[in-house]
């Protein structure tokens, strides 16, 4: 296989790596922005979990037993709203990051693949430092 060809290899591998992580990237920023409308919504359904307030007026065991319940699926309700919607939130920027790091990684890649393709275009005399350099991106992306 000619410098060349691997050179155009490697070009292709890095920028279909590129467009799988811009496209993970979207598609979990999409998630997020799903998961915070539903946060939101989740507020407004529990305002309406503790309405009407019955105050004084509703006595008895039957209104203690309501009560509680309201008070246990409030309280659960809260519970989603304040931890499980931010650790998802959490969890999809721990891996939105870690994407934007391959990303750098990869921007590196083509940077080096670029200026072994300069290389190249300089001569005969460059082609082993060129090859060098190839060897080097062929160790990083296959």
């Not at 809260?78 to 919607?85: L, P």
């Not at 290389?119 to 430092?129: N, R, T, V, W």
């Amino acid at each position: 296989m000619s410098l060349s060809s691997i050179l155009s290899s490697v070009h292709s591998s890095i920028a279909s790596q590129s467009g799988d992580i811009d496209r993970q990237i979207a598609k979990l920023e999409h998630a997020k922005s799903r998961i915070e409308s539903e946060q939101n919504a989740c507020l407004g359904e529990i305002r309406k979990v503790e309405q009407p307030d019955l105050g004084n007026d509703w006595t008895g065991t039957r209104a203690g037993k309501f009560d509680d319940t309201r008070e246990a699926a409030r309280q659960a309700m809260t519970n989603i709203y304040e931890y499980d919607y931010d650790m998802y939130k959490s969890r999809i920027d721990g891996r939105i990051n870690g994407l934007k790091i391959e990303r750098g990684a990869l921007n590196a890649a083509s940077a080096i693949a670029h200026e072994a393709g300069e290389l190249m275009e300089k001569g005969e005399d460059f082609m082993e430092a060129a090859g060098d350099k190839l060897s080097e991106l062929k160790g990083w992306l296959f």
